[in-house]
């Protein structure tokens, strides 16, 4: 099956999110309620709109509330042979584990186990970032520490690309990709997405906690 990278639409902004789901899982909010047939058929417009004008091969979009879920499965999942998208396929995660890493950093926090307004130099003092005195783990949730994203590294993108994404790397070797690279700005000025703070977040849970960012998810 080929992966098919699901964009999350516009039109969906009050509350619908892409997602992978299947037959087996539970859903979010129990509810034995039933949309009514005219937001169904307003939700079957926005699905059918966004895959059109995002050019989206295949999606899966699940929305659960206590008034009613909406699960439907639109367009192909494999370009080569047009098989149907199904509420059985799976998608990869991606950038979703970010609100799970950063769920679990609350906990901690919630805990005492965590200061949002301790610094990368407390936590992490083998990552000698530029003004790490000044980055708070604060400013690595919210994306304002101005840490250089991995991904933007042109020399790791070619080795990933030749060797067809295959790669694992750990969050140590990601993390000092970025070392490599001067901060995009003063620490807690700006804004700047990027996917090395998570990982620096990972860290930090697992240092203060001494189990896995896996098996504090799994825990919880």
């Given at each position: 099956?080929?992966?098919?990278?699901?964009?999350?639409?516009?039109?969906?902004?009050?509350?619908?999110?892409?997602?992978?789901?299947?037959?087996?899982?539970?859903?979010?909010?129990?509810?034995?309620?039933?949309?009514?047939?005219?937001?169904?058929?307003?939700?079957?417009?926005v699905f059918d709109a966004d895959m059109l004008k995002y050019e989206i091969p295949g999606a899966i979009v699940g929305f659960w509330s206590p008034q009613g879920?909406?699960?439907?499965?639109?367009?192909?999942?494999?370009?080569?042979?047009?098989?149907?998208?199904?509420?059985?396929?799976?998608?990869?995660?991606?950038?979703?584990?970010?609100?799970?890493?950063?769920?679990?950093?609350?906990?901690?926090?919630?805990?005492?186990?965590?200061?949002?307004?301790?610094?990368?130099?407390?936590?992490?003092?083998?990552?000698?970032?530029?003004?790490?005195?000044?980055?708070?783990?604060?400013?690595?949730?919210?994306?304002?520490?101005g840490i250089f994203d991995y991904t933007e590294d042109n020399a790791w993108m070619q080795s990933c690309l030749a060797n067809n994404w295959e790669t694992v790397?750990?969050?140590?070797?990601?993390?000092?990709?970025?070392?490599?690279?001067?901060?995009?700005?003063?620490?807690?000025?700006?804004?700047?997405?990027?996917?090395?703070?998570?990982?620096?977040?990972?860290?930090?849970?697992?240092?203060?906690?001494?189990?896995?960012?896996?098996?504090?998810?799994?825990?919880?």
């Amino acid at each position: 099956m080929r992966p098919i990278f699901c964009s999350t639409a516009a039109a969906f902004i009050l509350s619908l999110l892409f997602i992978s789901c299947s037959k087996e899982s539970n859903p979010v909010v129990e509810t034995t309620q039933q949309l009514s047939s005219a937001t169904i058929a307003r939700m079957d417009s926005v699905f059918d709109a966004d895959m059109l004008k995002y050019e989206i091969p295949g999606a899966i979009v699940g929305f659960w509330s206590p008034q009613g879920n909406y699960i439907k499965a639109r367009g192909c999942s494999d370009l080569a042979t047009n098989e149907p998208m199904s509420l059985d396929n799976h998608f990869r995660i991606g950038s979703v584990s970010k609100t799970f890493t950063g769920t679990i950093v609350l906990f901690l926090v919630q805990e005492g186990k965590i200061n949002l307004d301790s610094s990368v130099a407390y936590y992490l003092p083998e990552y000698p970032f530029p003004k790490a005195y000044k980055i708070t783990v604060r400013m690595l949730g919210n994306m304002t520490s101005g840490i250089f994203d991995y991904t933007e590294d042109n020399a790791w993108m070619q080795s990933c690309l030749a060797n067809n994404w295959e790669t694992v790397f750990s969050p140590d070797s990601l993390i000092k990709v970025s070392l490599q690279h001067p901060l995009n700005f003063e620490p807690g000025t700006n804004f700047s997405y990027t996917n090395t703070t998570p990982l620096m977040l990972q860290m930090i849970c697992e240092k203060v906690t001494g189990k896995s960012l896996k098996s504090l998810m799994n825990d919880r």
